[in-house]
């Protein structure tokens, strides 16, 4: 939970308006509904009922959607294919009320001291020319006091909030303490999402071999593996512990290429819904968008980062389905699922989650069918998005103890990690001592195998070649010796290693 303090210190940042820790947030309550959108269903226009739940203008869902589609235009094009954000020329264009505007202006204001009109319009991600008209409504009111021209030629004043202006802010942050780069409607949202998604960016052969390059696997598998991943499906990987699952996602997980877009915050229903997140999202220096290249027309409420890879484990709790609303920041965090648009969503460990696994994959993988999610708000209004990335999962359960048919039909791509073989094996503990810089004498590996794979009560898995180097290694240490992997050596690792592994060997082919 952020408190007063934390936000001061962030928004004090000119550089990094949206820096924050993140954190789990309590969610509200996921709302659901059976009415599918006619600006994201690509089958049918279904109506919404008369009953349907009106948004922050007070229109209807049938309302919304029309005034959506009206506002739905073509995106231009950049010369490498990709959506050329334009900036908002006038308050119209931003389709924020300059009440919220004006709010948002003197909470910058409160947190940077007194600031310049350029560094009020950095903040704010929005032209020069609104930020002017901004200033002029509050100098008029007296909200704001002209300090000083920081530059006689451009006419640049530094400007500073008044006691009355003291007074406006203290009420703007009982509503909402959010106060970075404007936020942009849940239409054009909506709008900059669809338009990325008809681009699909397909997985290159580096990532697919970066994934698998640390490992040692049978030709069938790696090439299961990498059909999987290229595919840009839901995948699982399945198979017992210690062979690799998580290291291939996490692998592939950093070697995402390409790049995407996404807005530091959307704002929906009276409500601000913080989507960047500098712990996850890596952005990218674009100098054609740049203002130096006399291409200041980029709209700076959204930011070019790279293709969004998330990584879940055990640690996820129910909270992190849906949107976690901040009491006290009194603005929303956009779920990890809505973070990794347009990107890979990984769960590692699945299954071992705070969360049953039926209900997190009827939560993401329903969505992901049908192109569109709906998020919950604590007030009961329901946010409707366009839908698209890669989810991938790895478990060491038994996969029909994890989904039943009908959601594991969602999954198209299932692969089995499995066990290595006696040479597969041979070359994972030749290449940890290599690794670990480990001299083996001759016929070693060989023994060492043997050893490993005649033991009824084993069932030799990928990361125990790890485990045998690293003992090998202390116990070298605590005899005062140089390591080196031999029959004897060997056999007094063995020992350490082998008891405790029968103890706790379980899992079944």
Known sequence: METESTLRDESANPDDDAATRHEDRPAGEALRTRVVPSFLSRDSATEAPADAPEDEHGDSMSQFISRTMETVAEVPQSDDGGPILRAPSSFGEVGLSKAFLTDLTLKIMHYSGAPSMSHLAKRLGLAGEIVSQILETLTEERL??????????????????????????????????????????????????????????????????????????????????????????????????????????????????????????????????????????????????????????????????????????????????????????????????????????????????????????????????????????????????????????????????????????????????????????????????RAKTVPVEDDAIEYAVEKLFNEETLKPRASYAGNIVDILLENAAFDGVSPVLSRESFDKTFTLFVTSERETEDFED
């Open 144 to 433: 704001v006091v002209i300090l000083s021209q920081s530059d006689l030629y451009t006419g640049n004043y530094r400007y500073r909030l008044s006691e009355k202006g003291q007074a406006r802010v203290s009420e703007a942050l009982e509503r909402t303490r959010y106060a970075g780069p404007a936020p942009v409607t849940a239409e054009q949202y909506t709008r900059v999402m669809q338009k990325l998604f008809e681009e699909k960016q397909e997985v290159s052969r580096h990532e697919i071999t970066e994934a698998v390059k640390d490992l040692v696997l049978t030709s069938d598998v790696s090439d299961a593996v990498a059909r999987a991943l290229f595919s840009g499906k839901t995948t699982l990987l399945f198979g017992p512990s210690g062979n690799g699952k998580s290291m291939i996602l996490e692998n592939f997980a950093q070697a995402l290429d390409g790049h995407s877009y996404l807005p530091y915050a959307i704002y929906a229903y009276g409500q601000v819904i913080r989507v960047f997140d500098p712990s996850i999202h890596v952005p990218i220096d674009d100098d054609s968008d740049s203002e130096e290249n006399g291409k200041s027309d980029f709209d700076r409420r959204w930011i070019k980062v790279r293709r969004p890879a998330i990584i879940l484990g055990a640690e996820m709790d129910r909270g992190a389905l849906d949107l976690g609303y901040d009491p006290q920041a009194r603005f929303y965090q956009a779920p990890a699922h809505l973070k990794a648009q347009n990107g890979v969503l990984v769960v590692d460990d699945f299954g071992r989650q705070r969360v049953t696994t039926t209900d997190l994959l009827t939560r993401w993988l329903i969505p992901l069918e049908r192109g569109w999610d709906s998020l919950g708000m604590v007030t009961g209004e329901k946010l409707t998005v366009p839908f698209r990335l890669q989810l991938l999962f790895g478990t060491n359960a038994r996969v029909r103890e994890v989904a039943d048919d009908a959601l594991l039909r969602r999954i198209l791509y299932k692969v089995r990690i499995p066990n290595p073989d006696r040479a597969n094996f041979g070359e994972i503990l030749r290449r940890e001592c």
